[in-house]
């Protein structure tokens, strides 16, 4: 039996961080996100990636207590995905390489909008990136 609702969109992702100011800084300075909310008491900062949200949370936080530390040679979360537009993978590799981040080469891949060009990266503590046309 299927679910009584209908999938409309992926509404967030959390990430488990144990430097928030240098994940912060990635996120929000390199990739553009925008923090939406931040719950200090908590240890969590939303930022807002289009309709979606990343929620970092640090593990020294209320919320981030109890848990391992992120593994950085085998974390847990594959990659996540920011579609972006416009596409200039030019522009887009010389401002990721201002910040010193390294990118894999260009390729067409297949995501929610179809097949497009991405490329790949891995924030300060590891996690996959895809910057993808949108």
Partial sequence: MPPPYTSISLDH???????????????????????????????????RAGAALIDLVWIGGRLGRGGAAPDHERPNLDHLCIAVSPWDEAALRAHLA?????????????GAGGQALSVYLRDPEGNGVEIRAA
């Fill in 98 to 110: 201002a910040h010193g981040v390294e990118v894999e080469p260009a390729a067409t891949r297949y």
């Fill in 13 to 47: 992702v959390v990430i488990r961080v144990e430097d928030m100011e240098r994940m912060l800084g990635f996120y929000r300075d390199v990739l553009g996100c925008e923090v939406a909310h931040r719950q200090d008491a908590l240890g969590l900062v939303h930022l």
